[in-house]
């Protein structure tokens, strides 16, 4: 298995079987998913922050949210972020296809979900801006290549998920550096 270090953490999911005491939990290199994007599972994310409760260093708790829908996803919000707090745990949002800035809540975290065409939009990169510029924590989550990664680095991104890198980590998570090293070889044209 690929060694954990500062740059390797765990997204835990619910459902996936990650109990805390087989997992090395550093903190501030762990977080918890809801698992929206395969169907949320109240029953199962409960069970997953009761287990986690009381561990030092989670980084954010994503709030549930609606895939592509930040209407809906807004409507989930009051609810399961204060469920989450009284947990002791930061909740995150999770930005969805039609948010504008001046629409994200009170947070530590913003997480880039929602559709292909809105990852890849010039309203992700101003939320990830937004958040920046306030000090708010960014993840991007389903980046599986280089240019999602790409995207995600240039945006300012603190940290990433992808299915590639937990399910075969050995193979995907070395790309990280060859990316890294072809992207800072790769000339820009300043705007």
């Known amino acids: 298995m690929y060694p954990r270090d500062a740059l390797v953490g765990h997204l835990i999911v619910p459902k996936q079987w990650n109990r805390p005491e087989t997992l090395t939990l550093i903190p501030e290199q762990w977080a918890m998913d809801n698992g929206a994007f395969s169907g949320f599972d109240p029953g199962a994310f409960m069970r997953m922050l009761e287990a986690y409760y009381g561990r030092p260093g989670c980084l954010f708790v994503t709030a549930p949210d609606v895939i592509a829908d930040a209407a809906a996803t807004w409507a989930l919000w009051p609810f399961w ?84 890198f937990s399910m075969f980590p050995n193979t995907n998570i070395p790309k990280i550096q060859q990316w890294d090293d072809a992207i800072k070889c790769q000339p820009e044209l300043l705007l």
């Open 81 to 164: 972020s204060r469920v989450i707090c009284s947990l002791g745990f930061s909740p995150a949002w999770v930005a969805q296809d039609g948010l504008t800035p001046a629409q994200v809540p009170e947070t530590a975290c913003i997480f880039i979900g929602g559709s292909t065409k809105f990852k890849e939009s010039a309203q992700a990169r101003s939320l990830c801006a937004y958040a920046k510029a306030r000090g708010i924590w960014v993840h991007w989550g389903r980046v599986n290549g280089k240019r999602r990664y790409e995207l995600a680095l240039k945006s300012g991104a603190d940290s990433i998920d992808g299915t590639g």
